[in-house]
């Protein structure tokens, strides 16, 4: 049967399956993922235990109280309760009616509220006056959550963006992303940027071909409260080895509210922080901020239907930091050259609408659209060639049940046309004639072909103005089964997360008919003004042509149990099994068909009655999520594409090197047949405590091993059989071709990340609100060599590594001496240590102080490379001839070499980032309106950090040795208003 017609009856079977579950099956399930809940016990005033009694919470944010009864051990639960101050009533004949108010519920969090009520002697309600509970008791996760208030009033980037909630937490290296776009990226204990899961409303909310949260945006008045997970996802959680990240947004109210605000940043109210930093010197790194905000929500009818509704517009510019060398080099290959900056702009409108259809369900609906477009020129483009875009509409209908009192059941469904360029990205690029042109100080001999040094200087043209759209479908059912006895009582919870349709496509347009690329050198190394010359040119025929038509689901079925075999201790037990299929529809090729199973244990035990202080333990293994840019979609891609590189030598000498496109068969063998989605194994303990004064702590030890990792392997060359010997040539499975790759799992090594962390927060009381967050990781490598890694066979004792490991994403751990992608230290999941603080003071006279302070630790080089005169003949000759005539690079004749005995010496540990911000703020009332007029300063200190090493700083002998840029941004001078009304 046809697979796309495969496709859309499974959609359809899924539908039916989730109505089905939704309504009919006894299953499972405690708060839904973006509520929270209370839970408690009633007693009287001897301790007894209260059945019978009806419980209440109510608030502001809720259209119509919920409502539950204490079984007959006494014990009560209320779900489905949004973000917010809610107030708890108890109610029972014979009894002083209870109230308790001020009850901050949080997004996705368990809190225990136990209830003692007295005799009724007279007609008075007993009124509780105790501090709102702060720390999750039911869950064994690693979670936070970060108030809207808090996120707009605290500076943390100029942009003021969403996913600043974030950079508050612990763990978190963060910085801004290498394309120069300005945006934020962040990394978690090795887990790459692209391993977040971002949601808004539990909504997948990055796009399916590309899932990074930076590359999504909205306006903070969106964001009501913010739920993060660092570790301990239960079953139910999406899959995702990084950071898990849930928006909710307000739900409106029975009044009509809203904002409108204006920030305002101009590129000359930014100092010069060139001279600070590893690499001073150059041009400094200014950010240009103008952005509007607006939200309105109120009544559709009153109790019945809210909505709210938020806007932003924002045009932003990012200056591009260079060293000395890069405005040298620019200078003497383009004399005129004048420095430019980056730019980002956006529109993103949101509506939501809440809807109680009855006391028993409530609907509710959203929509919003990202895109953004704008240009990711770097430190060493001489020309504005990078134009890219990102983002697009998502929709969401959710319906939230409860069908008595130990049932309740969610269902949603949820589209998403989310992609990256179009032919609109491309509007202002003007291509100019020939290729895209790159410069390279010198160059050397390896593998018998000229190698550069590492590119100073990039101009002309993009290589290619590719069109990469993308969608999904994603449906979610699950419900909730309560179930006293059973040696304690039970919450049941199964359900299905499935996404049968997830879609990327790209069509490769080269430039310049095909012909993309011409490096050159300087003549005089010396002296770049001397010259260049060429050494490398590539052509790819032909120039127009689609490359990728991913078309994968993923069909994920969960059962979890929270067994409660006393008042204090709660097992969490769940099981994740995922069915993943991964089909290439331009060859017909099925590139993975696996079975994900993802099993878990999580413990909570309550050290004290009040609920003050929990114990966590957690131990499990959870799967990577199934993404449109990872390398399953991008390696190999199998379109008739034959790429031609002619390669001249200093003495004029020219090498031809032609790699033809796979045939049929040989594509197929590019994919192990087993290859499944990367996974990690983790365990968490840790400790919450909660002090008077809304003042809670949370410390943990942690360790993550990454298992299955995706990596390349040579299935074409014939390796010797032990180090020290000479390379056999090609021909295992093709003898008119070079190397040929094979994805795999990565089952010869486990990058082992381990690391302590500790969070005091304080939820607002005294007018003050704060996080202080410390992290302190470690790493290393356990297991060997990927089998066909040249190092393997040329440094066999150079294996060990704690420092820069590879990468967790992308093939990395392929080539240790290529010079290149395997040793560039781009990945910043391995920073050895963070510590961030945040905070909001509302002072007199109307006056709001924050600030925050963050201090990350510097990337490592990478394994430090040298390089030989020339190759080793043990090793073979440079060129291996091949059936055909042609030939072919031998892979050991490389002449790079580890320059320690293994690859974790001698690794350079680049300088931390060191940034404070501060804001100072004053509110007006003017009748119904509060204006508040902020002055916002970034980087205060002006630090000149450069936050990443640049490629080549881990090369002995480029002249990009323990180089860096990326600086901070400058410090500058921001002013704000607000309107809220």
Known sequence: ???????????????????????????????????????????????????????????????????????????????????????????????????????????????????????????????????????????????????????????????????????????????????????????????????????????????????????????TETVGDTELRTGGAEASTPLTIGVYMNVVAPQGGNSYKGSAGITLQPLAWNSDNSAGGRVSGGVSKPEGVRQLDVSFGGPVARNKAWFFATFRWAYDTNGISRTPLNVSSLKGVRPDFTPFNNTWRTKNPFIKVTTQLNPSHVLSTFYVYDRAYYTSNLEYDADPINYQSGGGSLAQAKLNSVWGPHLTSQMSVAYSNKGNNSEATFAELTLNSGPQVTVHQDVFTSGGVPTGTGVIVRLNNPQSTNLTPSNFVVLVGDATYFKEGWLGSHELKTGVWAAPREHFDQTNRSVNDGYILQEMRQIDPGNIGAGLTPFHLRYSTPATLPTIAARDRDIGVYVQDSWKPNARMTASLGLRADWIRRYDAIQGVTRMNSTEIGPRLGLSYLLTRDARNVVRVFAGRIHNAVAGNDVVESFATTSPVTIRDVYIEKNGVQTTVITPPPTAPLSALQFDKNLRQPHINEYIVGLRKQFPGQLSLDVSGRRRDYKDLFGLVDINGIYPSAPYQPFGGFGLVDPNRGILYQERNNTWSTAVATAVESVVAKNMSNNIQAMVSFNRQWQHLDGTWNPTDPARFIQPNAFANNHQLPATTGNTDTNSLDGGSSTIPAFAGWRPYALRAVGQYLAPWGLTLAGSWEVNAGDYTAPIVTRLAAGDPLFGAARVTLANGTTQTNPLATTIRLAFPTRGEGQVLNESTKSLQVKIGRNFKFGRNNVMASLNVYNILNSGSNTQYADGANQLYSPLYLSAYNKLSARAFQISIVNRF
């Open 1 to 219: 049967m046809d697979p796309l017609r495969t496709e859309s009856i499974m959609v359809k079977s899924l539908v039916a399956l989730l109505v089905a579950a939704s309504v009919l099956a006894p299953l499972a399930a405690s708060a839904q993922i973006d509520m929270g809940s209370l839970r408690g016990y009633v007693k009287d005033e001897q301790g007894g235990a209260l059945p019978g009694v009806t419980v209440t919470a109510s608030g502001p944010q809720i259209i119509a109280p919920v409502v539950g009864a204490t079984d007959e051990s006494g014990y009560y639960r209320l779900l489905n309760l949004p973000p917010g101050t809610i107030t708890l009533t108890a109610d029972l004949t014979g009894f002083a009616p209870y109230r308790r108010e001020g009850i901050l519920m949080r997004a996705g969090s368990t809190f225990a509220v136990d209830i003692d009520m007295k005799v009724a002697s007279i007609a008075e309600t007993v009124t509780v006056r105790a501090e709102s509970p702060m720390i999750e008791t039911l869950k064994a996760s690693s979670s936070f959550t970060i108030t809207g208030d808090l996120l707009r009033s605290a500076p943390v980037t100029s942009r003021a963006i969403y996913t600043d909630a974030v950079d508050m937490i612990p763990g978190i290296a963060s910085r801004q992303g290498v394309d120069g776009s300005g945006v934020r990226v962040y990394y978690y204990m090795g887990a790459d940027q692209f391993a977040n899961y971002t949601a808004l409303e539990g909504a997948t909310y990055g796009g399916f071909a590309n899932p990074a949260a930076p590359r999504t945006s909205m306006s």
